[in-house]
């Protein structure tokens, strides 16, 4: 097993409980590596007490790491600071007593996350789902844990246009299922009460009007592979309870035959509406509900997941330019890009990003010219949009907690050093000048952070 995992010592911990909890891990193949201050990969802190500076180190750990909290003072640790830490971005919180239990239990949850990390850097995920937003980056992390180690009905909800059909077909693309068959697709918006049995069953020659042959419908071409029911909460009641019958029983009859047929498919479905609320009012099947919702996976908007923008806008580009030189966006651009409303999320900033092409002319920077006319921002967007009604949510749930105005500040400043650091790809020149700063100044406000107390036990 080559799995590289870097631990944070607990120093009220006794030495021999983590010596021999360190022993039993690396004696089943872990590369553990001590650490003072958390890095990328998989980590497992160690903590005594869950205090509020050991909550914010894994806060800290967490935007680059997945953590195991784990906990070895002989206290039992309430649900409410296990929330707290998950909370915090913990992936899991566990007791330790330095047993052979413990270790299996650590080893177990670092050995499927580093298979979900690998399937998270193949090309077939990286290539089509593009962004590292964190609510990007956990909803990736679900999608592979569904599609890979389960065989539950998925249901992806979320607005038009962020991507639920591709989140559909990476789960069949990532389903390991051998001798997986296709991937069929049924659009639920266009059927019709007349067609859609014939659509979902099909149907045998002669069996009305028009059935001049025989066909196959969509549980058949669905055996052995994947069915997709985009935005199902568009199907009546009737076809509700004519698709909870096969869902549970796996058979059904074509239209005008006596015989019966089994089908074995993995279902995934998807809806912009809320189905719970629609379950609630009558218009959606509460059992067929539960049937489809074997995992819920919420597709965040652009709104969501604004750090993804120009990656996506970068994508785009290069799609744009068919093979030709991808030119890079100047400044002014940028900010016009990631202050822009997507009232149609990813699929609006793909249509955005291809006018930009269209127009562009020439070598250099895609630039403010080639924005369309009726796209153009009537002000500055920078001024209008900053600081925006997220930013403003944000401290106004901090101020709601308690949080000291020193405290936000200083959580603001990391998290915009962070940023711009990520964006500038670790260039630590440009991420300054970005920040309107100067370097020595960017150094020593990263240096101050490192040495502030992170009580971690």
């Known amino acids: 097993m080559d799995i590289s995992v870097w631990y944070h010592a607990n120093a009220e911990m006794p030495p021999d409980a983590e010596g021999q909890i360190v022993a039993s891990l690396r004696a089943a193949g872990l590369t553990l590596v001590e650490t003072a201050e958390p890095k990328r990969g998989f980590g497992l802190m160690f903590f005594h007490a869950p205090t509020e500076a050991f909550q914010r180190t894994v806060r800290e750990a967490s935007r680059s790491a997945r ?25 899991d919180v566990i007791s330790c007593a330095a047993s052979a239990d413990d270790a299996a239990r650590i080893l177990a949850r670092v050995e499927r996350w580093h298979k979900v990390t690998s399937l998270l850097s193949c090309t077939r995920v990286r290539d089509v789902l593009i962004g590292d937003s964190r609510p990007w980056r956990q909803l990736l992390e679900q999608i592979v844990e569904v599609a890979a180690f389960t065989q539950i009905p998925a249901l992806v909800t979320g607005e038009s246009g962020t991507g639920k059909e591709l989140i559909a077909s990476l789960i069949h693309d990532l389903d390991p299922r051998p001798g997986k068959k296709n991937f069929v697709v049924v659009d639920c918006t266009t059927l019709t009460a007349e ?105 965040p908007s652009l709104q969501e997941r604004r750090e993804d923008i120009l990656p996506l806008a970068r994508h785009f580009l290069t799609q744009a330019c068919d093979h030709e030189v991808t030119p890079e966006f100047d400044l002014a651009v940028q900010e016009y890009l990631l202050t822009r409303p997507y009232p149609g999320n990813v699929r609006d900033l793909r249509r955005t990003i291809f006018r930009l092409s269209h127009r562009h002319v020439g070598p250099g920077a895609i630039t403010v010219g080639d924005v369309p006319v009726d796209e153009r921002p009537r002000q500055c967007a920078v001024e209008q949009n900053w600081p925006d009604d997220d930013f403003t949510r944000a401290v106004r749930f901090a101020v709601n907690l308690g949080v000291g105005l020193k405290a936000i500040g200083q959580a603001t400043a990391e998290a915009a050093i962070q940023a711009a650091i990520e964006q500038e790809s670790g260039n630590l020149g440009r991420a300054a000048r970005r920040l309107g700063v100067t370097d020595r100044a960017l150094q020593l406000r990263r240096a101050n952070q490192r040495s502030l107390p992170a009580d971690i036990g």
Request: with cysteine; hydrophobic share 40%; proline share 2%.
């Open 67 to 91: 953590v195991l909290a784990i906990a070895t003072g002989q206290r039992p640790i309430s649900s409410r600071d296990k929330w707290a830490m998950v909370a915090a971005g913990a992936s």
């Open 195 to 299: 067609l859609a049995g014939s659509e979902f069953f099909g149907h045998e020659r002669g069996a009305f009007t028009g059935a001049l042959n025989p066909r196959d419908g969509a549980f058949a071409l669905a055996d052995g592979g994947t069915l997709f029911l985009d935005e199902i909460g568009e199907l009546g009641l009737p076809m509700q309870a004519q698709l909870l019958r096969v869902i549970q029983e796996r058979k059904y009859k074509r239209i005008g035959s006596n015989l019966w047929q089994r089908t074995d498919f993995r279902l995934v479905s998807a809806t912009n509406r809320d189905l719970e609320a629609e379950v609630a009012g009558g218009s959606f099947r509460a059992d067929l509900y539960y049937r489809i919702a074997g995992c819920v996976c919420r597709t």
